[in-house]
Structures are given as C-alpha cells and as structure tokens.
C-alpha cells in the first residue's frame, strides 16, 4: 500500500488533496478507477517489483470494455449490438495478498 501511495497515488492539482485509500479501494471501479493504459504500465511494475506470478491475471477481467470501438455500433441489429459489461472491482487488498502469496490469487 505504502508503494501504490508513493507511487500513484498523487494530487491531481497541487491545492487538491490527495485521495483517501484503504485496502477495499477499487483500483477499475468506483471513484478512482485506472484507464487501461495506466492499468498496464502500474500492474507491470506492480508484478515485477513483488514478483507476483501474474499467469492467472486476467486483465480483461478487470477492464472488460477498453478494448471496444464500435463507431458504427447504432447501425448494427440491437442482437449485435456491443454491450457494456460491468468491470470486477481490483482492489488493493487484492494486491496485497497477491504480492504477499507471490502469484496471482483471484482467478
């Protein structure tokens, strides 16, 4: 938790406070969800500094819908029509008990 703080977990404009995390903060949902791209470069360097077996990580998982574009989705008959698909919550407990068991617990 003390690396995610010191890390990611800045101010947004330097007379903003820096938000309040516990460990059942959602890192894909909720107040203060990651985009995609700052998911892939943080959770790279998350498994690579706590050496955390992330074969069993599901990315998609986590960020169902960034990998959709669909310009011309209104065209398309309403069965083929893409869906949004609700993200799981990553929280960082998940991270913690991750890093601690040193692969990845949350299949």
């Known amino acids: 938790m003390d690396w ?3 890390n990611w977990n800045g101010r947004v404009f330097p007379f ?3 938000p309040a995390l516990t460990l059942d903060t959602s ?3 909720g107040k203060y969800p990651w985009a995609d791209e ?6 790279g360097k998350y498994f690579e500094k706590f050496q955390v077996d992330n074969k069993d990580f599901s990315f998609n998982k986590y ?10 989705n209104c065209l398309r008959s309403k ?5 949004w698909v609700e993200p799981e919550p990553l929280t960082l407990k998940m991270l913690v008990e991750s890093a601690k068991a040193g692969h990845w617990l949350y299949v």
């Open 27 to 29: 890192l894909s949902t």
């Open 4 to 6: 995610y703080n010191e």
């Open 79 to 83: 069965e083929n029509q893409w869906q």
């Open 38 to 43: 700052d998911a892939i470069d943080i959770l």
């Open 63 to 72: 960020w169902p819908n960034e990998e959709t574009f669909m310009p011309l």
């Open 16 to 18: 903003f406070k820096r």
